[in-house]
C-alpha cells in the first residue's frame, strides 16, 4: 500500500531563506509526483508535475525532483518571500487512476 | 469557464439529512476526482471517474456516499443521512490529457 509522508510538518523561516521541503513515499512504482500549494480556506494550485521518467522541473523559485528509487522528492524554494506561506502538499499517482496526498508542511515566511 | 468550480461553496446541514454535492470540470477533462479534507488533515482520496465510470469507488468511506457523472461532465457527491464526522472540504479535481489535477475551490459541509 501506497503511504505518503512529508518533513517537517510546519517550517518557519526568514525571508529570503532558501528553503527545502521533503515528500517520502513507500512504493517507487508511480506514474508521477505533483507539488501543491494550499493558502488558507483556499482550494490547491499546482506547483510542478514530474513524470516518472523525468528527474527534475523548475518553474520559477520552484524546483522539484524525483528520485523514484529511493522513494523521495524535494521541492525547494529559492529567495523565500512572505508570499510563500502556505502548506505545500506532494501528491504521487500510482496508476492511472487513483492519487495519494502527503499530509503537507505548512510553509511560514517571516518578513 | 477557466477552472473547476463547485457548488455550494458551503453548506450546513442538520444531522441525518441527504446533501449533494456538484463539481463542474474543466471543458473537455475526462478524468474527475473526489476528495475530503477534515481540519488538519491531509486530503482523502475518495473516488475517481474515467469519463462517466468511476473505476475505482474503494475511497469511498461509508455506502452512504455514492456519486455519479453523467455526460463525461458534471459530477455529484452524495451524502446520505450525514453525521457529524462528515463536516469536511469536498474538493473536486478534473485532469484532461495532461497529467497536472486541477482543483476547484471546494465545498465546506457542516454537519450540526
Known amino acids: 500500500k501506497q503511504e505518503v509522508t512529508q518533513i517537517p510538518a510546519a517550517l518557519s523561516v526568514p525571508e529570503g531563506e532558501n528553503l527545502v521541503l521533503n515528500c517520502s513515499f513507500t512504493?517507487?512504482?508511480?506514474?508521477?509526483l505533483q507539488w501543491f500549494r494550499q493558502d488558507p480556506g483556499k482550494g490547491l494550485t499546482s506547483l510542478l508535475l514530474?513524470?516518472?521518467?523525468?528527474r527534475e522541473q523548475t518553474s520559477g523559485r520552484l524546483n522539484a525532483s524525483l528520485d523514484k528509487s529511493s522513494g523521495r522528492s524535494t521541492l525547494y524554494i529559492a529567495a523565500s518571500q512572505p508570499g510563500d506561506s502556505a502548506t505545500y502538499l506532494c501528491?504521487?499517482?500510482?496508476?492511472?487512476?487513483?492519487?495519494?496526498f502527503g499530509p503537507g508542511t505548512s510553509l511560514s515566511v517571516i518578513p | 469557464g477557466a477552472g473547476v468550480s463547485q457548488s455550494p461553496s458551503n453548506k450546513v446541514t442538520e444531522k441525518g439529512k441527504d446533501v449533494e454535492l456538484r463539481c463542474d470540470p474543466i471543458?473537455?477533462?475526462?478524468?474527475l476526482y473526489w476528495y475530503r479534507q477534515s481540519l488538519g488533515q491531509g486530503l482523502e482520496f475518495l473516488i475517481y471517474?474515467?469519463?462517466?465510470?468511476?473505476?475505482?469507488k474503494s475511497g469511498l468511506p461509508s455506502d452512504r456516499f455514492s456519486a455519479e457523472r453523467t455526460g463525461g461532465s458534471v459530477s455529484t457527491l452524495t451524502i446520505q443521512r450525514t453525521q457529524q464526522e462528515d463536516s469536511a472540504v469536498y474538493l473536486c479535481?478534473?485532469?484532461?490529457?495532461?497529467?497536472?489535477?486541477?482543483f476547484g475551490p471546494g465545498t465546506r459541509l457542516t454537519v450540526t
Open positions: 479535481a478534473s485532469r484532461g490529457r495532461g497529467n497536472e489535477q486541477y
Open positions: 512504493d517507487s512504482a508511480i506514474y508521477n
Open positions: 514530474i513524470q516518472s521518467s523525468q
Open positions: 501528491a504521487v499517482r500510482p496508476g492511472y487512476d487513483k492519487v495519494i
Open positions: 471543458s473537455g477533462h475526462t478524468a
Open positions: 471517474f474515467q469519463g462517466n465510470s468511476a473505476p475505482d
